[in-house]
């Protein structure tokens, strides 16, 4: 939960001020309640969009996050569930459609991981479950969310730095945030003919939620310290290039591209 981490992270775009980017859009974010995708929803709200995030039981953080969209005057839907289960992907679609009267934009955001110490130690059930929520939930939460998209509307995905480098501890983890990348390129082509543009958000450590419920305690002592910038991102310095990468006015030709936001370091290639 967000209100028991120390420190808290920025994540509610304070001192933000919008341009009307995505004026009369409507998202659906999923992962919403807290960290990245909290920062992204009250972005979009900033700019315009009416937005549904989809987010699995931390309904104190998803109340938080909706009562800072709605302070934007915007309309936020609230969609509980476990996205690992393949009908809830579909029903996230159908209640944001009718919550919001259609679907624009898409943010897939939603992850899990657990740290092990070896290869072995990954069950196949840990695996199974780590890609039905981090990579099998972005292909069917989009499969759903095609019929309602067009000429002008946008995807943008979350991947990662182990993504591009992977993780001995994060193995199943970084598996599919390669596999986020590698299918934003390929659903890019796909899409483009119909107008339909893809793109990816690749961070380095952020600090959200995430972090500490997950990781061992020394870990998270001195977290992001290993970057350039010798610190971790905060979710509110990622929330503007999911901004740039949605909004036909910053990015109308841009599709098929990963924004590695990574605090200085760089990737061979």
Not at 44 to 55: L, P, S
């Amino acid at each position: 939960m967000t209100e028991a981490m120390t420190p808290k992270p920025k994540d509610s775009m304070e001192g933000y001020e919008g341009r009307g980017l995505l004026k009369d859009r409507r998202a659906l974010i999923t992962g919403g309640d807290s960290g990245i995708g909290r920062a992204v929803a009250i972005a979009f709200a900033k700019e315009g969009a009416d937005v549904a995030i989809a987010y699995l039981e931390e309904h104190e953080d998803a109340e938080r996050t909706a009562e800072l969209v709605e302070a934007e005057r915007r309309q936020c839907a609230l969609l509980p569930g476990d996205l690992a289960d393949r009908d809830h992907c579909r029903e996230v679609v159908d209640q944001t459609v009718k919550a919001l009267g259609g679907l624009d934009l898409l943010v897939n955001n939603i992850a899990t991981q657990t740290p092990v110490e070896r290869p072995e130690d990954i069950s196949d059930e840990q695996w199974e479950h780590t890609f039905n929520v981090n990579m099998h939930s972005f292909h069917r939460v989009t499969r759903a969310a095609l019929p309602h998209m067009g000429e002008g509307d946008a995807i943008v995905n979350c991947a990662s730095v182990n993504g591009l480098r992977g993780n001995k501890t994060l193995i199943d983890y970084s598996a599919t945030k390669g596999a986020i990348i590698a299918w934003t390129y390929s659903m890019a082509q796909a899409l483009a003919p119909r107008g339909i543009r893809v793109n990816c958000v690749a961070p380095g450590p952020v600090w959200t939620p995430l972090i500490p419920s997950t990781l061992p305690e020394d870990h998270v002592e001195g977290f992001g310290s290993n970057t350039p910038m010798g610190r971790p991102a905060e979710p509110d310095e990622l929330a503007p290039s999911f901004v740039f990468l949605a909004s036909n006015t910053m990015s109308s030709f841009i599709t098929g591209e990963v924004i590695a936001a990574l605090g200085g370091e760089t990737m061979p290639g």
